[in-house]
């Protein structure tokens, strides 16, 4: 069963940066579709990005276009988000997400395996 584990997740200013990693174990995330998901206190969960396993393709929600990137590194096995000018309002607790379809989407219910979540804070 796939395990994901989220990690770099912290508290940054207003106009910084971060940058999230989704890793797993004994198996190879680039035979995954990977999709990063965020959930604010009292919202549903929303997806941010998403990079296909199948030419590695991508796609953002348009709140965070231009801002955030997702991208693999295949000799640590990591999907990482690189998330730059930060706004308070993308607090959240943010979570990588894997499937073994080849698609693109920001649905919750195209992805079947989560990791736990890392949270996010941009405050001054």
């Known amino acids: 069963q796939l395990q994901l584990v989220e990690s770099g997740g912290g508290l940054v200013q207003p106009g910084g940066s971060l940058r999230l990693s989704c890793t797993t174990s004994?198996?190879?995330?680039?035979?995954?579709?990977i999709g990063w998901f965020r959930q604010a206190p009292g919202k549903e969960r929303e997806g941010v990005a998403c990079?296909?396993?199948?030419?590695?393709?991508?796609i953002y929600a348009n709140s965070v276009k231009g801002r955030f990137t997702i991208s693999r590194d295949n000799d640590k096995n990591t999907v990482s988000l690189q998330m730059d000018s930060l706004k308070p309002e993308d607090t959240a607790v943010y979570y990588c997400?894997?499937?073994?379809?080849?698609?693109?989407?920001?649905?919750?219910?195209?992805?079947?395996?989560w990791g736990q979540g890392t949270q996010v804070t941009v405050s001054s």
């Open positions: 997400a894997a499937t073994v379809k080849s698609l693109l989407s920001l649905k919750t219910y195209s992805f079947d395996a």
């Open positions: 004994g198996l190879t995330l680039n035979d995954f579709t």
């Open positions: 990079i296909s396993s199948r030419d590695g393709s991508a």
